[in-house]
């Protein structure tokens, strides 16, 4: 099975959103591609969006996952809101949260999402 996307952006840094054989959802960022479960990736999308309430003075993220670090400038974490949504909506679309759900690999998902 080809992976499916569920959304993506071209560009300086690509960034996108699919879902892989096992039935994960992977988010690419530049180079990074961190695998997520449903619910990882709900809460992921939960504070990307909480950060851009009040972004204060900071101009770039950083995303900590247990496999790496990822560092977002401002503009781009505004963009990979809009990819996360899109993919979000996808997975509705698509009837996907079910399928995600009941896949026996699906763990708890480490990350912290924070100014840099």
């Known amino acids: 099975m080809e992976p499916l ?3 993506e952006r071209q560009g300086k840094r690509p960034m ?3 879902l892989c ?3 994960r959802i992977h988010v690419v960022y530049d180079f990074f591609d961190v695998c997520l479960g449903l619910e990882g990736f ?3 999308r939960e ?3 909480s950060l851009l309430v009040d972004p204060g003075s900071a ?4 995303l900590h996952f247990a496999c790496a670090g990822i560092s977002v400038p401002l503009d781009d974490l505004l963009t990979l809101r809009g990819v996360l949504d899109e993919a ?3 997975v509705a679309e698509l009837e996907l949260e079910d399928e995600t759900r009941s896949d026996p690999h699906v763990g708890n998902d480490w990350y912290e999402v924070g100014t840099n």
């Open 47 to 49: 504070m990307v969006s």
């Open 21 to 23: 054989h096992a039935k």
């Open 59 to 62: 101009s770039s993220f950083a």
């Open 42 to 44: 709900k809460k992921l």
């Open 88 to 90: 979000m909506d996808r």
């Open 16 to 18: 996108g959103v699919y």
């Open 5 to 7: 996307f569920l959304s």
